[in-house]
């Protein structure tokens, strides 16, 4: 399981407000060698940045949404401030903070500030709307929550975005302050640019022997990652079912999520919860980890306790496999997706494949008012983020399938 519950006290870590520090590091290549070295990321493209540039010019207040595809993805920002150029803040979940000294030191020193995922952190959102109305710097959001792992599909937005945005709407209108607040929803996406069945072949090949299973070579490099995926997910279904089960796909890895939170929701939250996964991991999470953190717990509650955030770690890789995401016509980059979440799955480890581009595009900014249509199922301003990044990433998709590349 990944670090991202940190058995410790939340302490709140704001940004580093100064201008010097971080354009010098932006003028050197120390994010860029970190992201080559620990993501494989050797290139990059920023498109339309002179919207973001105009809305900036203008004195708007500026919040930038990227769609989170992959762990580089904070650091991967670089790119575009460059490109602006311009200095910024980010909101950064708190275990980033805890992975190593480069992030403990970078993210501060570069606008990040931290944010508890596991509670409600009134000092992170205060921090977030005070720069947003402020305008001295654009806010970097990232509002599914969450790494999705893939290019071309978004997890579920979360609300906490919006609000902070038309709160500084509100702010600056109080105040009379010229200008207003903008949204510019940006896309991430990552090109392969290796011999990617090479690549893989080893990699397959570990895995598969962790099964005792002799190299499955004489296969299609899909068919052998599609294969290799029914296996973890009838071993899963074997331990929480007690055997294989039966029907499509998607149907199987939603019993087999159910099957894993139901009980633990029942015992923490006292019934199912009618949410997006994303959101019934969270109000787990809340209702777990602070006894972890400021409790004196028995041993054996302790010990409890992890198990089932070892269980809800699961839910969310089982959560985040699109069913279809193998079917039709697809980009190469999503059999080294696939196998990249089975490798981390099954050892806690990606090995990183030959070098990646980093295609960053930029959207049409988006207006943001100070109240929100209740009328609405759900958040109008979510659903024009989430529409904009999936219209820009399909474009980015047909557009590598057309060329070939």
Known sequence: MQDIVIEKPYKFRPPHHGNWLPRCIRKTKLVEG????????????????????????????????????????????????????????????????????????????????????????RQALSMAIDVLADAARPLIVFPEGAVSGTNDVLNEMMDGTAFIARAAAKRRKKMDTPGKVFVHPVALRYVYHGDLEAGLRPILDALEARFSWQPQSQLALPDRIQHLGEMILTAKELEYFGDRQSGELASRLNNLLDRILAPLEEKWLGAVQDENVIQRIKLLRLKIVPGLIHGDLPEDERAERWRHLADIYLAQQVGSYPPDYLSGDYPRERLLEIVERFEEDLTDNVTLHGEREVIIDVGERIEVGTERDRSADSDPLMKQIQSSIGSMLAGMRNEQQATGS
């Open 34 to 121: 970190w992201l080559k070295k620990n993501e494989a990321v050797f290139q990059s493209q920023v498109r339309h940045v002179e919207r973001l540039r105009q809305t900036i010019d203008e004195g708007h207040s500026v919040l930038i949404t990227p769609n989170h595809c992959r762990t580089a993805d904070p650091l991967a920002m670089i790119y575009l401030v460059k490109a602006i150029p311009c200095l910024i803040y980010a909101m950064a979940s708190w275990h980033l903070f805890n992975q190593g000294r480069f992030m403990a030191w970078a993210i501060p020193k570069l606008g990040g500030f931290s944010i508890n995922r596991e509670g409600v952190d």
